[in-house]
């Protein structure tokens, strides 16, 4: 049987030894949370099988447990190469759903809280020299209300905007080895006017002393390098580019790197990289890419697929969701209420597609601060672990964050949030929260479902349209409609849900989909605008294809409405 999801995890910081532990794992459902209690780390199998990376909840990993879950247990065997035993061995998880606590050889070794972000542990000294495994305990709530979950149904079955659960492993779970001075890892910033690159490169303790090397090229050719001495735990490299290839939309111009780390006459360490040299910015109400005004043509994708729940079924199923998309004549998405992948982000990458970043904030009550504890860290990690993509033109934490009568405690966490992010990315925009409550935020959002041709294109007629005056003011940012249309149609009359009435024709759907278009790019105050969905999820029929990724009508039809000269651009 082949090895699911077998391409490279970290396309970003790559070594060539590695190990892919997705495939076949011993499995247990544990409502009773008695695992611990009974000792499950110590078994020697566990009742069930399972297939990794793909949830419980899906069919691919031949579960399909689609109840509530509260706990699961995970056992695999691990065979460590004799080549490897010299080396220290590190444990990775892609992304586990919720709360983790793992062993090796039924010993513990860590834990770590949320479903979206990679997380990994040095295991070198709980191995053995001949058989190891691995037992991981994941725990997971969504209606504690203290964990964020996007939109995973908190019922228990999926109903309009809310889809099937998903608990435990979903992401690639792999081992690496390496040496003691080892890359750890790297900050990638570039700046478009002095064609140059810099690196904040992050490294093992006791690295002092070693030297850290890096090499640049495009498309097979070296553009440029540069070396430097390690005088504490992280090193700096600045390289001037010998040729500018500037990263655009559909022109994913990305330039390679190699880093080396040496000590001695010894390489302790290589690894591949890659960064594309753009900008983004904000004037004169517009959204710039390398200085230049830029329409966002985003659309919603929720990152859901009929299969594989959060989990891509393979790696062209990522990258064949953007290649649509952009058929359809989008140039970017909101990756919304869910931390994608990093092998989504790369192909964005490699695309030249805009995306913007959010965290899965439905499910986590905010209305205390105290609440703050349950999202910021693992936003934290995403904002950290995703920031060298270019792909990301921006950060989003929290979509729709209702009023309720608790303005000043949401005020002060979505504030804190927002500082946060700005502080550790000076160079992307953060909205603080889509759609319906701005507090402090570089870009004005709004959503508008208004199904109206006329009362939808009666908001944005050179003005600025606010649905919400009683809880947010406008502050002459640049204006974003990131939700509209989520117009209902079916190609086979299957029963669903979506936003309005469903057009009876084919023909109609058309001319709604055009007016509320060019309703927005005809509005010199709008900077981009975001429809919802690039496809059906579930129950939910408002897609321009099918959960199946079906086109629903001629994709042409839709490409030449969405590239239309925006007034902005002109």
């Known amino acids: 049987m082949s090895v699911p999801r077998n391409e490279y995890p970290r396309p970003q910081l790559v070594r060539k030894d590695w190990i892919n532990l997705n495939g076949a794992w011993d499995f247990e459902i544990d409502d009773s949370f008695c695992g611990q209690a009974k000792k499950y780390q110590l078994r020697n199998s566990l009742n069930d099988k399972i297939i990794v990376p793909f949830c419980p909840e899906s069919k691919l990993s031949g579960v399909q447990h689609t109840d509530f879950i509260s706990c699961v247990w995970y056992r695999k065997n691990i065979e460590i190469p004799t080549k490897w035993m010299s080396k220290n061995i590190i444990l990775h998880f892609g992304a586990v759903d919720y709360h983790s606590t793992v062993y090796v050889n039924g010993e513990y070794i860590g834990e770590h809280k949320g479903g979206y972000t990679s997380f990994c542990f040095d295991i070198t000294k709980f191995l053995r020299e001949k058989e190891n495994y691995i037992t991981i305990c994941a725990k997971d709530d969504l209606r504690s209300n203290n964990q964020p979950s996007g939109k995973q149904s908190p019922e228990l079955n999926s109903f309009g905007c809310f889809y099937t659960r998903t608990t435990g492993i979903w992401q690639t779970v792999w081992l690496e080895c390496v040496s003691t001075n080892y890359i750890k890892g790297i900050k990638t910033t570039t700046d478009i ?29 070296q553009v440029g390098e540069s070396a430097t001495t390690v005088y504490s735990f992280s090193a700096n490299l600045n ?43 904000l004037s004169d109400k517009a959204f710039l890419l390398n200085g230049r005004k830029v329409f966002g043509r985003w659309v919603l994708d929720q990152g859901f697929y009929p ?27 909101r990756l919304h209420e869910k931390v994608f992948e990093p092998r989504f982000l790369y192909w964005a990458d490699k695309l030249g597609y ?29 904002v950290e672990r995703d920031f060298n993509h270019p792909s990301i033109i921006g950060w989003c934490p929290f979509n729709e964050t209702w009023d309720f009568n608790w303005r000043r405690q949401n005020d002060i966490l979505l ?52 649905n919400f005056e009683d809880r947010q003011s406008y502050k002459d940012q640049p204006y ?28 109609e759907f058309i001319e709604r989909y055009k007016g509320l278009t060019e309703a927005l790019l005809n509005d010199i105050c709008v900077i981009g605008f975001c429809y919802t969905q690039l496809y059906d999820v579930e129950q939910e029929l408002n897609g321009l294809m099918t959960y199946s990724r079906e086109f629903k009508f001629n994709p042409e039809i839709i490409k030449a409405i969405n590239t239309q000269k925006a007034v902005i651009e002109e």
């Open 354 to 382: 805009l995306v913007w970043g959010e965290h899965a904030n439905w499910g986590l009550d905010i209305t205390e601060f105290t609440q703050l504890e349950h999202f910021l860290p693992e936003w934290m990690e995403a």
């Open 307 to 333: 299969d594989g729940i959060y989990t891509a079924p393979n790696d062209e199923a990522l990258k064949d969701d953007i290649i649509k998309s952009m058929q359809l004549g989008f140039n970017g998405a």
């Open 415 to 466: 504030r804190t949030v927002y500082n946060i992010t700005k502080a550790m990315d000076s160079t992307r925009p953060v909205i603080d929260t889509s759609g319906n409550f701005h507090g402090i935020t570089d870009i004005y959002d709004i959503h508008d479902y208004n199904q109206s041709v006329e009362q939808f294109s009666s908001h944005y007629i050179n003005g600025v349209y606010n």
């Open 193 to 221: 006017e002095t064609c140059s690159v810099s690196f904040e490169i992050r490294l093992s303790d006791n690295s002092v002393g070693c030297k850290i090397k890096s090499k640049v090229y495009f498309n097979g050719e």
């Open 480 to 507: 974003f409609v990131s939700e509209y249309g989520g117009i209902k149609w079916s190609i086979d009359e299957t029963q669903g849900w979506g936003y309005g009435d469903s057009p009876k024709t084919e023909k």
């Open 239 to 281: 390289i001037l580019l010998a040729e500018k290839h500037l990263w655009d939309v559909g022109q994913g111009n990305l330039y390679d790197v190699i880093f080396t780390v040496e000590k001695g006459n010894e390489v302790t360490d290589t690894v591949d990289s890659y960064f594309g040299l753009r900008s983004i910015g």
